[in-house]
């Protein structure tokens, strides 16, 4: 107990500031959630439509970056600080490219999305959020590139402070440019929007400029030199960080998919589907946190060699992601109602999303135990098997089993809480898939640097 209470203190002084910017970023989506749906049901319903097909595109990306954080944490565990610096410098070309391509990506979205078989007052809706947003995603990628680089280096806390920040900034932006105050047109949905992007900006300097002047990133050397694109960096960057990018990607489609499947079933439906998901979301930011603290606190010791104490810390993670699992679980099973009245003043969707938040408290532990053996296995550099199994889990057996449970099933179709049991199915399967290869991958790096364990 000791021990354990000694790792989870490392985890708790990396995991709380993240958490606390989890919860920020939750509190930004959750902010232009209610901002859209006080305005109306059809703006939330396009606002919905619009993160349906591009979330999972953003998190791709977003994905590619997370690569940053186990190079850097295992640089920095070995004290090879200027090395951090230079691998930085390079990937940067990387994170602008991503950047760019990212902008385009829902330019190009916002002009198909009107050609999709729905209500095209709603799909008009998506498609102006989506062309407010896209610049809010140029600077939010290049904001991820460093908030990685100070993740490695444990440095959780001032990225914290800037994402608080813009996220308290972001409710009045919400508010005065979806309800045209102090002069601003009135723009629903598309200016939540807006305000995303101009607090994406924010951060962004906010951030750049703390890394420039702060003493903390100083022995990296960052900005001492020009570097140029470098062949092996990217490689590498995109060899580790394009199966999380995909993994994120295929999660998030699992929950993209369910919203389009449930769109088809009417606009009250699936607005109660959304607010459920985001209350379930918010919750979730506790065990996320954790797998999260998990990947830099796993590379650090890598690049120590302490392998017997980064396979006990890897199994740290699993255990407290799944103490907050059980947390949360308690929290929606006692509170569904309470959570749901913030959301809407509609009878109907009220009901929804508070029997539909009876699944979501299920999920709760098997998506605690897949995000602390994730987050380890990101510290471990190994991202390829576990995208193999997230396909598997969520593309094969996630949205087909829910896609028929929800439009047939057995007997009678379930609709909405089919595709919810559908997505536990696949939340399962992968934990015990994830859990099983963590395993296997902590002892195989003992077994092959035996005598040079450092303790």
Known sequence: MKKFLKESRHFLRIGIPILGSQLSYMIMYTTDTIVSGRYGADELSGLVIANAFTFPIYMLFQGIMFAITPIVAQLYGAKKYTEIGEKMRQIFWVAFFLAILIFFSFILISEVLI????????????????????FGM?????????????????????????????????????????????????????????????????????????????????????????????????????????????????EMSMFSGAAIIIGQLGEVILAGHAIALNIASIVFMLPLAIGLAAATRIGNLIGEKKLINARY??????????????????ILFSLRGTLTSFYTTDAVVFNVAVHLLFFAAIFQIPDGIQM???????????????????????????????????????????????????MILGLVIFSIFIFNRLGKISLKFIEESKGNEKI
């Open 372 to 422: 602390g053996s994730l987050g380890a296995l990101r510290g471990y550099k190994d991202t390829f098997v576990p995208m193999i199994y997230l396909i598997i889990s969520y593309w094969i057996f996630a949205i087909p089993f829910g896609y028929f449970l929800t439009n047939f099933s057995f007997t009678e179709p379930l609709g909405a809480e089919g595709m919810w049991i559908g």
């Open 115 to 134: 050609f999709f078989p729905m209500d095209k007052n709603i799909l008009g809706i998506s498609i102006s959020y989506l062309k407010a947003v896209s």
């Open 313 to 330: 810390s890897s199994y740290t993670s699993v255990l407290l992601c799944l103490l907050g699992a059980f947390i949360n679980m308690i």
């Open 138 to 250: 140029f600077f939010y990628i290049l904001f991820r590139f460093l908030s990685s680089y100070s993740e490695g280096m444990t440095l959780t806390f001032p990225i914290f402070v800037v994402v608080f920040i813009g996220s308290l900034i972001n409710i009045p932006l919400d508010i005065i440019f979806a309800f045209g105050y102090f002069g601003f047109p009135e723009m629903g949905s598309a200016g939540c929007g807006y305000a995303t992007s101009l607090v994406s900006f924010m951060m962004l300097i906010s951030l750049g400029s703390f890394i420039t002047f702060s003493n903390k990133y100083k022995k990296t050397k960052l900005l001492s030199k020009f570097s140029g694109p470098s062949k092996e960096t990217s490689l590498e960057i995109f060899k580790l960080g394009t199966p999380i990018g995909i993994g994120i990607f295929v």
